[in-house]
């Protein structure tokens, strides 16, 4: 069965989306968000959503940007791999928060966590950042973009 395509079937809307997630990548990168860790944090999200053309489309932009293979796939594993810095890790734990929120709010402690290495400009922008992806993941998924070899 074929799926309706959300990207053409509205598409003044999905380049609105577009729009803004450009926005969103110069705010990243304005606030010194470097563009290999925004490409590893909208990876992990696109993980936890099990959105497999954004996974592939995010290892290879990382992969362009110099990221190591092993720190690519030890993203899924950040919690237990020693490839990460504390300050990545805070903000990957409030990029998930954000796109695990089915399982309830924002928790105060992962905010304040990602508060000591990251000013509010920053915060901000990694949680738009999770936002958006998700809403990219969600319209990959719902299309069912194919992903072939």
Known sequence: MNRVSLSKKNAKAYNQLIELSNNIDLQAQSVGLEEGFVHLLKLRISQINGCAFCVRLHTQDAQKCNISFDKIALVATWKEAEYFSAKEKVALSLAESVNLIHKG????????????????????TIEWLSIIIGAFNRIAIASRYSVKA
């Open 105 to 124: 709010h924002v928790p105060d402690d992962i905010y304040q966590d990602a508060s000591q290495y990251w000013d509010e400009e920053q915060l901000a």
